[in-house]
């Protein structure tokens, strides 16, 4: 089991910034893939970014790509999510997720979650 915090949630105006991120305990994740996932009310919980146990492999949504890095940091136990020239259809509750080795883009092929986060973008 790995226990996952995100922190980095906010109001932000359109065009700003932020970062998440999510620190790990429990167990290091230097061997798990790693992603993010958000859900707006109404809406069903969709992929955002994923990157893969070694860092070498990333996959963005084609909402967000140009807009959000991932990255992580094996030091710190820590994945995080840059958040740049946000939209207000980028408000939602960001959850992060980590899976053994590969990364996924579905919901369901993520066993451990995070409370969420969450961002409100304005116009």
């Known amino acids: 089991q790995v226990q996952l915090v995100e922190s980095g949630g906010g109001l932000v105006q359109a065009g700003g910034s932020l970062r998440l991120s999510c620190v790990a305990s429990?167990?290091?994740?230097?061997?798990?893939?790693m992603g993010w996932f958000r859900q707006a009310p109404g809406k069903e919980r969709e992929f955002v970014a994923a990157i893969s146990w070694s860092g070498r492999n990333t996959d963005y949504a084609g909402s967000v790509k140009g807009r959000f890095t991932i990255s992580r940091d094996y030091a710190k136990n820590t994945v995080y999510l840059q958040m740049n020239s946000l939209k207000p259809e980028d408000t939602a509750v960001y959850y992060c997720?980590?899976?053994?080795?590969?990364?996924?883009?579905?919901?369901?092929?993520?066993?451990?979650w995070g409370q969420g986060t969450q961002v409100t973008v304005s116009s």
């Open positions: 429990g167990r290091t994740i230097s061997n798990y893939a």
């Open positions: 997720a980590a899976r053994y080795y590969s990364y996924s883009v579905y919901v369901n092929d993520y066993k451990d």
